[in-house]
């Protein structure tokens, strides 16, 4: 999916809702634990109750890598319902990967052409040669790790680097990178008050946003200083949308704080 | 598995030799591809005829996740065949993960746990909380991503974050971090004069050091630098290794170039 149709997607619905698919199976209705595939049976009724109120959805790899095989096939078919049922939706792989040359383009083709998702998140710590394999992927976008919203992110992102905070330098730097027109950043909503500085260094660039809700990021303090022309914000929520509730009503109650999100939004676009 | 467990291996065995089990299809030998599953067959038989000149084997998970389901089903069979058959072998899932606290707990458990590796390789920058939760488990090992062996090591590792090099500031802060006994950090051999500085500052750990052959980093310098009274270096070798025959008498050529260095390793240790 290129950029534009990521815009106009976020214009149709009024929405740049990005809804995190973190399954946890002792968090998910009991009553799915019977189900064959109970992972794949909880996405596809929360995907089903949602699409029309998000522009993306992200499955964090974690959740799916610790049921081995059986996650990674939950994570398979996750995707491939996705793009078959609705492909006008974002899909983001939370994976946080990064290595060396060689190996990154493993990564990138695991995620960009066997999996089929149109952007994966990816840490800077390796540099250059270990992000731009994941660039060449024409209308793929890898989202880099810059400032994110965990309290760790002050042990190194927030230190000076030569004159500069690492966080800034690593935004800087990458846009020198090849193909960095498809470059996002992950960037924490409990930073909100950082975002200024940080549309100083990529005015352009679309931001992915976690830590709105159960971290206790603010959606006015991150649109009014993040915003752009393009919107350029996706807000994720996981657990605040997705354990909403966890009983059979889960995918509704799901929707409704999907909504509830979504309407806030529509008035922050509105206002635009 | 503890330190002193592999320190005894190492004496043992006169080797510190860590082999990357890196299968790429389009480069092991032709007639493994009708096998079943021909990454597992590769692994088992460099497996069989390496485990003696070895201490460690260190699946990189990108070559296997570029397989999807059937990718991790092999990575489960190879780690499996491992811990069933050559239980001393120290195991290390190279998959340079992190992430914020409750999602690195997911990884942590699904490399320690569920597949039972003794070590997974974790990047630094989203600090302290990303990284504790994989310290938390009794006997098995972090190895932090310190000074990379590539090229964009330069465009952030080597940096000077509040005085000092960022790498520098990576290793001296985790070292703070609760249960950072289970620490141990990747060094490349192509940064072997780096080597005496780190020594300063994390004189006891381990260090995984990649990049030795392939690479261009030499053995003898990381040695010189590097080695302290427990040896503390685990040398990585991969592609050198494992693809040193495409032929049906790759796994004994494999076993050939492992013990090439193996007794390089050897006379160091004599040294000692």
Known sequence: MNTQELVDQIHQKKSFLCIGLDVDLDKIPEHLLQDEDPIFSFNKQIIDATH??????????????????????????????????????????????????????????????DLAFDAVTVAPYMGKDSVEP???????????????????????????????????????????WHNSQNLMYVVGATKATYLKQIRALVPDSFLLVPGVGAQGGNLQDVCSYGINANVGLLI????????????????????????????????????M
């Open 134 to 176: 994941f660039l060449a992927f024409e209308n793929k976008h890898t989202i880099l790790l810059g400032l994110t919203s965990n309290k760790g992110a002050f042990d190194f992102q927030t230190k000076i680097l030569e004159q500069e905070q690492l966080y800034k330098q690593v935004l800087k730097t990458s846009t020198t």
């Open 52 to 113: 029309h109120l998000a522009v993306a959805f992200k499955p964090n790899t974690a959740f799916y890598e610790a049921h081995g095989v059986t996650g990674w096939r939950a994570l398979e078919k996750t995707i491939h319902y996705l793009n078959e049922n609705y492909p006008e939706i974002f899909t983001i792989a939370d994976a946080k990967r990064g290595d060396i040359g060689n190996t990154s383009s493993m990564y990138a083709k695991a995620f960009f052409e």
């Open 236 to 271: 994720n929520s996981s657990r605040g949308i997705i354990y909403a509730s966890s009983g059979r009503n889960f995918a509704e109650t799901a929707a409704k704080a999907a909504q509830d999100l979504q309407g806030q939004m529509q008035l922050i676009l509105d206002a």
